[in-house]
């Protein structure tokens, strides 16, 4: 392993990985290493090798007949790189040239001494001047530090454990960079992009320093999109929880406070804009009918609508935990006034009592799921509701992006359809990870198919919402003090006959072990934890505890 310091604090290290599979196809070698990642090809020649002029093909995606896919749809990944071998040299790796897109400014980077890199599963050697063996080939895993045994997580659902492993591996092979990025095709960081990956990194490994990176980078390079700029406080925010560290609350408050677009508000404490809703556009359920807002590039209105408002409230609530953390008590309590006023003028302008549910704001009549998910996710849903709300949002199933499917599934567990929750994530619909483990794909797409998003990418961390929503919802592991001083243990686990995993924290991993009949859970050492066992709340100190469930 070779580790190098890039970005602040972060390291890169580069993995050497071997071909699990290696088979001569007459004329050329064949090399699958197993999972998609971004990095290098290294080939060893033998000493006696003549100098020679090889093609060395790099790819994500199989043709039917077992051949790398040089065609591939949208942004999955295709390299193809002529490699000059000398008689004085055995160990080579490619020169990949940097693609246009990739100079963009905004596009990030890896170091000099490591080199252009790029995501492949499978590489082909055409040319090869002598006999090549399996060790010849390796593949040069680029990723920060990633502690793979620091969460786990198995259950009786062979699907949902496949989509677990899947989103997990995602998590690793999407920090190449030493920063979150949307994926190959731009390679450039966005808000929302980066708080869902700071969730599942998180879940998977709880180390914070590519996220703080991200963080500061996006607070110097902010995208365009309403709710992206309000997702920052909520990054913030949910790093200070989990971590139990309030430096970048500290450091960046004023800025934060900014990102709350609060200059966009009206009397009523509801913001004047339009919004992405969901990405790409036709992944928004029709929301305001698919009128698109003429001077808000790509976005979607009303002008006071359902889903600004569910991600400013929601905003204003981390900021307030912000405030707390930093010593500003005076701003958290306007942060708290403030987001009560959106709650109540929320459920007073856009709740239609007739149907029960929420519709797309004002102006419109048009009930989407977004507009009622998003409601679910957020708390804005009076509990007396929250019954109807669900059967409406269980009613459009995944009619979201993989990116709103990270907000569908936290509401539907937040409103205890955890049962449908995990009928989402063990499908095997054209929309569901599963589909993405059919393709081939070993990381998470950019979108359900290329049907739905052209320009796709394979290897993007938005799409990974089922590593998070596992751990704090299925294994039910949540932090109600920073830094998980005092944890929530609260599994749903639906009609799972078992689930049991590891999540970390800065104390140590929680276990969690739980079927039909018994709960045991371990708790690190310096924690204490509320467990809910059948309804009722059990408090524990650090150690072993298990408790018998009821009979349903």
């Known amino acids: 392993m070779v580790t190098i310091t890039v970005r602040a604090e972060v390291k890169l290290e580069i993995m050497p990985a071997d071909a699990v599979r290696f088979e001569k196809r007459g004329a050329v070698y064949f090399a699958d290493v197993g999972a998609d990642a971004y990095g290098n090809l290294q080939i060893t020649l033998p000493k006696d090798a003549p100098p020679a002029t090889i093609t060395v093909r790099l790819g ?35 020169d990949i040239p940097v693609k246009e897109r990739h100079k963009n400014p905004a596009a990030v980077h890896t170091p000099r001494e490591i080199g252009e890199i790029a995501p492949f599963r499978y590489a082909e050697i055409e040319g090869a001047p002598v006999a090549l063996e399996k060790d010849a080939i390796k593949q040069l895993f680029v990723h920060a530090p990633f502690n793979d045994d620091a969460s786990s997580f198995e259950s009786s ?37 980066a708080y869902i990956n700071m969730l599942s990194h998180y879940a998977c490994d709880l180390d914070p320093r590519v996220a703080h990176v991200t963080f500061e980078h996006l607070l110097a390079h902010p995208t365009w999109p309403t709710e992206w700029s309000l997702h920052m406080p909520m990054m913030a925010a949910a790093d200070y929880e989990a971590t139990g560290d309030s430096s970048l609350a500290s450091k960046h408050y004023e800025a934060l406070k900014k990102k709350l677009l609060m200059d966009k508000a009206g009397e009523d404490g509801l913001l004047r804009a339009s ?8 992944e928004r359920d029709g929301y305001n009918d698919g009128v698109v807002d003429p001077d808000q590039k790509q976005q979607v ?19 307030a935990t912000l405030a707390k953390a930093t010593n500003k008590p005076a701003d958290a309590y306007e942060f708290e006034a403030k987001s009560n006023q959106v709650y109540d003028a929320f459920n007073a302008k856009f709740f239609d009592s007739a149907r029960g549910i929420y519709i ?29 709300v669900g059967e409406f949002v269980q009613s459009r199933g995944m009619a979201c992006s993989v990116y709103g499917a990270q907000y569908l599934l936290e509401g539907l567990f937040e409103s205890g359809h955890d049962e449908y929750a995990i009928s989402l994530m063990t499908s095997k619909s054209e929309r569901s990870w599963w589909h993405m483990i059919e393709l081939g794909s070993t990381m998470t797409l950019e979108a359900w198919d290329a049907k739905y ?6 290897n993007h961390a938005w799409g990974s919402a089922p590593a998070n929503i596992i751990s704090r919802f299925v294994l039910g592991v949540r932090p ?4 998980y001083k005092k944890i929530l243990i609260a599994p749903q686990i639906g009609s799972l006959k078992f689930a049991r995993g590891r999540v970390p924290t800065p104390l140590g991993a929680v276990g969690v072990n739980v079927d039909r009949q018994k709960l045991e859970v371990e708790v690190p050492k310096g ?12 408090h524990v100190g650090s150690g072993r505890s298990v408790f018998d469930l009821p009979n349903k």
Request: hydrophobic content about 35%; charged content about 25%; overall charge negative.
């Open 60 to 94: 994500e995606k199989l043709n039917a007949d077992g051949t790398i896919d040089r065609k591939p749809p949208g942004s999955v990944s295709y390299r193809e790189v002529k490699l000059t071998t000398r008689a004085d040299q055995q160990v080579y790796k490619l």
């Open 157 to 193: 659902d062979e699907t949902l454990n496949a989509v677990w492993k899947l989103c997990k591996h995602t998590m690793k092979a999407t920090t190449a960079f030493g920063i979150y990025i949307d994926g190959e095709r731009e390679r450039i960081p966005y808000e929302a992009d």
């Open 275 to 282: 919004g992405v809703v969901d990405w790409p556009p036709g």
């Open 301 to 319: 209105g009303p002008e006071v609508n359902t889903v600004v408002n569910a991600f400013y409230y929601n905003a204003l609530r981390s900021m």
């Open 360 to 388: 797309d704001g004002i102006g419109s009549t048009h009930a989407s799921l977004h507009a009622n998910m998003f409601a679910l996710a957020f708390h804005l849903v009076p509990t007396d509701r929250q019954q109807k």
């Open 453 to 458: 998003k052209p320009n796709l990418t394979w």
């Open 480 to 483: 109600l003090e920073p830094g």
């Open 527 to 538: 924690a204490q934890a509320d467990v809910v066992v059948g309804g009722k709340t059990e």
